[in-house]
């Protein structure tokens, strides 16, 4: 919600400012209209972005399964880009043509000093919301699915008819004889099906934030250099749930977590979530099962991936960072919490 008030605040900024920037640039190409224009041009300016997204997605063909490796993403996305920077571009020239009934040179100086603020918005926002308040990411992996998806297909829950979800693979191994497991996305039931959707879902985008301090259940995102400690690893992040805190003892049992000999309650929104003690092609290390508690220090954390049947997690880490535990996430690599998924508009929510 934290995030969500933020970019509230953000845009209304970006909005007042390029009113005030554009009824400055209007009065300067001698005419004097009133700020009232300058807003209705913005308004207007910001609708035909709306459309020129808008139809960028309904030129985009569906991804078949067959035709889509697990790392690629449909070619021509770059030109794509740039033809709409530029078809937004044109179009807002010619609606500050029209609203402020000026020559067409005219307008085009009114349009770059409305250029100014929203060229200068570029590197505040990748220098400064990003990296220190919040900063909105997509996943490739299939980890915490269907809380958050990658790639993913879909089928019908047997339980309650809704929409169950499951990641996308390549890998012909992985292909269970008796189906692929999916979770819901309403019921959090598992079941396994072959009837799947041939077509491949695009990963859902969701805002990270970075002022808010972690707390159980939370999702959080953080560095995984202990996961991959050679190649790019600075640049590989995951996400994952929070189920244990610094100093407690975590143990999964009975599809629960216990935490120090207690068994938790999850939050009512994940109730049905079914937390695994078994990962499946993983080497018997399962730290958190009963043969081998994981016993946190200060600043540890035991984090787990909703798809727990085949998820990279404290189960199963090997690689242990100096001064820690294998199992536990140190605070320090926690980049910030989870708390509003935003797109698609179908799966919009707020986690915290």
């Known amino acids: ?42 308004i207007v300016v910001g609708l035909v972005l709306a459309g020129v997204l808008f139809a960028s997605r309904l030129v985009e063909r569906p991804i078949h399964v067959f035709a889509l490796d697990h790392l690629s993403y449909p070619a021509g996305g770059t030109l794509l880009a740039v033809l709409q920077i530029v078809a937004t571009g044109i179009l807002s020239w010619f609606v500050v043509k029209l609203v402020f009934r000026i020559s067409i040179a005219g307008a085009f100086f009114v349009w770059l000093a409305a250029l100014l603020p929203a060229v200068a918005a570029i590197p505040i926002t990748l220098f400064v919301l990003w990296p220190l308040v ?16 990658g790639r993913s297909q879909s089928a019908v829950c047997p339980h309650c008819g809704q929409v169950a979800y499951t990641p996308w693979i390549t890998e012909i191994h992985l292909f269970e004889a008796d189906g692929r497991l999916c979770t819901c996305s309403q019921c959090l039931q598992a079941h396994r099906t072959k009837n799947l959707s041939e077509e491949i879902g695009w990963p859902d985008r969701f805002m990270v934030n970075k002022l808010l301090t972690p707390r159980r259940w939370d999702l959080v995102l953080f560095r995984a250099t202990h996961i991959h400690p050679s190649g790019n690893a600075p640049t590989i992040r995951y996400v994952k749930r929070i189920v244990g805190l610094p100093g407690e003892e975590v143990v999964i049992r009975e599809g629960s977590v216990w935490i120090d000999g207690e068994r938790l309650t999850p939050p009512a929104d994940i109730a049905g979530l079914v937390f695994r003690d078994k990962v499946e092609d993983r080497s018997p290390i ?18 787990l991936g909703d798809y727990g049947y085949r998820s ?41």
């Open 1 to 42: 919600m934290l995030s969500l008030a933020i970019l509230s605040a953000s845009v209304l900024a970006l909005f007042l400012t390029l009113c005030l920037f554009l009824w400055l640039g209007a009065r300067w190409a001698g005419s004097p209209r009133s700020f009232k224009r300058a807003a209705l041009t913005v």
């Open 134 to 149: 919040c900063e909105p990411v997509s996943l490739r992996s299939g980890s915490m699915c269907p809380t958050l998806l």
């Open 286 to 303: 399962l730290w958190g099962s009963a043969d081998k508690p994981a016993k946190l220090g200060d600043e540890e954390y035991f984090v």
């Open 312 to 352: 990279t997690d404290s189960r199963v880490w090997e690689n242990q960072i100096e001064g820690y535990a294998p199992f536990a996430l140190p605070a320090s690599y926690i980049e910030g919490v989870v708390d509003l998924r935003f797109a698609p508009l179908a799966r919009w929510h707020v986690f915290r």
